[in-house]
């Protein structure tokens, strides 16, 4: 062994080097800089080899291998300095893409998340098991039958397996629901309740979104602000993985084994077949019977179609791989939040606040005589009605409401936080501002009132109120914030969000529309027939007050559908019972839809 050391030694001064050394990396020759670190791969490698790079002579860098191997250099050792390995460890696939156009066969490597998902995205979850694979079987299933036919009870039905989805694909992937996520989970729920009581579609499409926030929190139990803003992105991002992870457990569930799914489907089958069969005979031997039946069996020739409904199916199933994904592997968007600003000086931070603080007081001051004394002061210092000058203060004001709730959160993370000096300022100065804001909240809502009183309640004017009054709400949260904490502020501002939305949809918002206007009428009012007519089923009982011909005018424009169970509110079966018991006449309604009623008229 001596020998060959000898050997080699003697080879080295001479230069005459036989072949690469058996460890397969040259050595330096002197002078050169010592080889650098291996680099991270590119994101497409050259199949067959494992993507390593060499040191060039006089290069500062390494450079990745392009795939030019041929061209290369040879060293000292007659073999070339990018000729790759033996190495096998990336297989050799034959579709792989040739994406450099040199001939040269490519394999791309999985995507990867974007960087802005590096650390907050879980692992991918184990392949579903069978109990999630069967609640998103019902939900898809339940999504082409029910949803076709319109939105009531079929939200909630369906609410049910996507939640029993997310439930197994948790405790299979060992997370534990808290009790925050419950709760979440319960409100999502509640506001469901929306569809089943009202047929307006305004307040039940903000229903719907604000329960599929509330689930979106559910699932991933967030509490800062970046994640109770993030987390109904999470569902969404994860439709593609999602059904991958799906097909995954499925093909495992069907290639045979202990819990082979195969099984359970054709006991699905042979059980459609059997009651599609006898329910068949049954129908056409009873008449009572088949009427039953049709009432309880969606209509699947209906006028939706049967291309619609498979459509509708497909969106079922993905939203409950999605649910359940997430429920598996959420996102932590909490990880995302922007940390506490650089902290300002205190004159720096105070000085622009106090001056904001001075300017409210003086508007607050202003608005408290004009609304203690009345109309004569906004007659005498503008020249306006008072509707008028209701109407014109309310948006500004609205705005300002909203401005100032974000020059509290901008100051809130650049305030000074070196001692208790510094809490206290902050306290005083933020305090006083949220105080004066409530006053302005309430200077608005009196001016809507005052305009709403004159000219009636419309859609757009209760919900602006409504806004407000909600924007006067989170103030108190943020007041309440500064005195206990700010822990709990995020998940306080959403939940009051969401009462408000449940609220304002069990409270028929067009019932309240047309009530009111029928009390202005009666009160010497003009009424506006041709806005009331406009309304869901849901003013039709205040509208059936009424005397002829205004009822019948007012109620012919209201259509309530004849459609299924699942798909008819409470407020459409009652006023498909009120229409019946009282049918619409056939009157000449031109004139009294073309104008204002006045009050003689009743």
Request: proline share 8%; charged share 20%; aromatic share 6%.
């Amino acid at each position: 062994m001596s020998d060959g050391v000898e050997g080699n030694e003697e080879r080295r001064r001479t230069g005459d080097a036989a072949g690469p050394e058996p460890q397969g990396v040259p050595e330096p020759r002197p002078g050169e800089p010592e080889p650098a670190a291996q680099p991270e791969p590119a994101p497409l490698v050259k199949a067959g080899t494992a993507g390593r790079t060499e040191a060039r002579a006089g290069a500062k860098t390494d450079e990745p291998a392009t795939g030019e191997a041929d061209d290369a250099a040879p060293d000292a050792s007659g073999t070339p300095a990018d000729a790759p390995p033996d190495s096998t460890d990336t297989p050799d696939d034959p579709e792989a893409p040739d994406e450099a156009g040199d001939g040269l066969r490519y394999e791309r490597l999985p995507d990867a998340p974007p960087p802005i998902l590096d650390g907050v995205r879980a692992r991918p979850p184990a392949p579903p098991g069978l109990a999630t694979l069967v609640a998103a079987a019902v939900t898809a299933l339940l999504s082409g039958l029910l949803l076709g036919d319109g939105l009531a009870v079929n939200a909630l039905i369906l609410a049910l397996p996507l939640a029993a989805g997310a439930w197994f694909a948790a405790r299979q992937a060992g997370r534990r629901p808290r009790r925050s996520s419950l709760c979440w989970g319960v409100g999502g729920l509640a506001l469901l309740a929306v569809p089943v009581w009202s047929d307006a579609e305004w307040p039940t499409l903000l229903a719907v979104l604000a329960a599929a926030g509330l689930g979106a929190l559910a699932l991933h139990g967030c509490r800062k602000w970046s994640g109770v803003l993030l987390a109904p992105l999470g569902p969404v991002l994860a439709v593609r993985r999602a059904l991958v992870w799906g097909w995954r457990g499925a093909r495992e569930r069907t290639a045979g084994g202990e819990k082979d799914l195969g099984p359970l489907l054709r006991s699905v089958l042979v059980a459609v077949v059997l009651l599609v069969v006898f329910g068949g005979l049954f129908a056409a031997a009873d008449r009572a019977f088949a009427d039953l039946l049709g009432s309880l069996v969606p209509d699947v020739d209906g006028g939706s179609g049967v291309p619609w409904r498979l459509f509708l199916a497909v969106l079922g199933l993905a939203a409950a791989l999605a649910v359940a994904h997430t429920a598996a592997a959420p996102t932590r968007w909490d990880g995302l939040g922007p940390g506490p600003g650089r902290p300002r000086g205190r004159v720096e931070w105070a000085l622009p606040l106090v001056l904001l603080d001075l300017l409210f007081a003086a508007f607050v001051a202003v608005q408290a005589a004009v609304l203690l004394r009345g109309e004569d002061v906004v007659r005498a210092s503008n020249g306006l009605t008072y509707s008028e000058y209701a109407r014109e203060g309310f948006w500004q004001l609205l705005f300002a409401t909203v401005l100032t709730l974000a020059v509290i959160s901008v100051a809130v993370r650049v305030a000074p936080r070196s001692g208790p000096r510094d809490q206290l300022l902050v306290r005083a100065v933020l305090g006083t501002l949220c105080l004066l804001t409530l006053v302005v909240v309430a200077s608005a809502v009196r001016r809507m009132d005052l305009y709403m009183g004159e000219y009636g309640l419309t859609r757009l004017r209760l919900s602006v109120v409504a806004m407000e009054l909600w924007l006067g709400a989170v103030v108190l949260l943020i007041l309440a914030a500064g005195v206990f904490g700010a822990r709990l502020l995020p998940r306080a501002v959403l939940a009051s969000a969401a009462v408000a939305v449940l609220a304002f949809g069990l409270a028929s918002p067009d019932k309240l529309i047309a009530e009111s206007n029928l009390d202005a009428h009666r009160d010497g009012r003009t009424l506006d027939l041709r806005y009331l007519a406009g309304l869901s089923a849901d003013a039709v009982p205040a509208l059936d007050r009424l005397d002829e011909p205004l009822r019948s005018c007012a109620l012919r424009s209201i259509a309530v559908p004849d459609a299924p169970w699942y798909a008819t509110s409470l407020s459409q079966a009652r006023a498909h019972d009120i229409l019946t018991a009282r049918p619409v006449r056939n009157h000449p309604c031109r004139d009294l839809l073309t104008d204002d009623i006045s009050p003689s008229v009743r």
